[in-house]
Nanobody, 116 residues
Framework: QVQLVESGGGLVQPGGSLRLSCRASGRDINDIWRLGWYRQAPGKQREFVARITTGDTKTYADSVKGRFTIHRDSAKSVVYLQLNNLQPEDTALYYC?????????WGQGTRVTVSS
């Protein structure tokens, strides 16, 4: 079973940017057909944010379109989520997982806090 590890979160002011990274063990991340980013805000259910396929097709949740970008660096075996123009409502624990998600592949997540 693939294990995924997220990194890159932090505290940022509204309008700021962050880049999250997702790395895999147990399987080459470049071989994962569909890899997604998800987030869970305090007191809310986990939700889909973005996904990318091996063919580089990208899909986004409406709430992040135009602000977030998912992309991969195949040479480094990393999938990134670029977060721009962050808003307080983007505050959440961000996870990567296969799409649809697998319970066995949830990692610890990386926390993004947007606050002035």
């Amino acid at each position: 079973q693939v294990q995924l590890v997220e990194s890159g979160g932090g505290l940022v002011q509204p309008g700021g940017s962050l880049r999250l990274s997702c790395r895999a063990s147990g399987r080459d991340i470049n071989d994962i057909w569909r890899l997604g980013w998800y987030r869970q805000a305090p007191g809310k259910q986990r939700e889909f944010v973005a996904r990318i396929t091996t063919g580089d097709t990208k899909t986004y949740a409406d709430s992040v379109k135009g602000r977030f970008t998912i992309h991969r660096d195949s040479a480094k075996s990393v999938v990134y989520l670029q977060l721009n123009n962050l808003q307080p409502e983007d505050t959440a624990l961000y996870y990567c997982n296969v799409y649809p998600s697998s319970e066995a592949s949830w990692g610890q997540g990386t926390r993004v806090t947007v606050s002035s």
